[in-house]
């Protein structure tokens, strides 16, 4: 079953603590990208990576850290977590290209920063 | 930089009302997609329009792509209380330096029906 596996799906930690997000593709998929939702401002893009060893800044990078060691791999880093912080985010992956791919998304972590 | 508009933000009908959203882009688009997150849920895949024009169909949910590829929208038919969540479209583009791939969602449409 295509699936995309992030890990924790929720967690409350404090302010400076570091913080590792998992996420785990099983499409061998090369393109992989992080996103946030929060209320009132959609779903926005964080990080994302094009293959192994190429990653690159979205729109909102600032805190936030990522690398792509794998290809099934693509884990969030927050290396000091603020409360702006707090937010629901979504790993995705997808094949390469512009093509008619489906995009596939995790089932979200709810991360609370207090 | 490019973005993406949706409205309405919220629509709420009577079940077996029709529904309808619209999506703008400020730049042109080489495709298209419509996703839908039920309530606590994670966006899904619905669809992808690439041409100019493009009219595509699944069951009561109709996707239309518009001619100059800036716009778009979901149409859905007599709505039932299944067809509950939000539903967001997106625009791929390019980072500045032209060599990866970005998407930008719009803010989505919270669509809820009264049974």
């Known amino acids: 079953e295509a699936q995309v596996t992030q890990n924790p799906r929720y967690l409350i930690t404090v302010t400076g603590k570091k913080l590792t997000v998992t996420c785990s593709q099983n499409m061998n998929h090369e393109y992989m990208s992080w996103y946030r939702q929060d209320p009132g401002l959609g779903l926005r893009q964080i990080y994302y990576s094009m293959n192994v060893e190429v990653t690159d800044k979205g729109d909102v990078p600032e805190g936030y850290k990522v690398s792509r060691k794998e290809k099934r791999n693509f884990p969030l880093i927050l290396e000091s977590p603020s409360p702006n912080q707090t937010s629901l985010y979504f790993c995705?992956?997808?094949?390469?290209?512009?093509?008619?791919?489906?995009?596939?998304f995790g089932e979200g972590s709810w991360l609370t920063v207090v | 930089g490019q973005q993406v508009m949706q409205i309405p933000q919220y629509q709420h009908v009577q079940e077996g009302e029709d529904f309808t959203t619209y999506c703008n882009s400020s730049?042109?688009?080489?495709?298209i997609q419509w996703y839908k997150q039920r309530p606590g849920g994670h966006p899904v895949f619905l669809i992808q329009?690439?041409?100019?024009?493009e009219v595509k169909k699944q069951k009561r949910l109709t996707f239309q792509f518009g001619e100059a590829k800036k716009n778009s929208s979901l149409h859905i038919t007599a709505t039932q209380t299944t067809d509950v969540g939000t539903y967001f479209c997106?625009?791929?583009?390019?980072?500045?330096?032209?060599?990866?791939?970005?998407?930008?969602f719009g803010k989505g449409t919270l669509l809820t029906v009264n049974p």
């Open positions: 730049t042109t688009l080489s495709n």
């Open positions: 329009l690439v041409k100019s024009g």
């Open positions: 997106a625009g791929p583009g390019w980072n500045s330096g032209g060599s990866n791939y970005k998407l930008t």
């Open positions: 995705a992956s997808k094949e390469r290209g512009q093509g008619p791919h489906t995009i596939y």
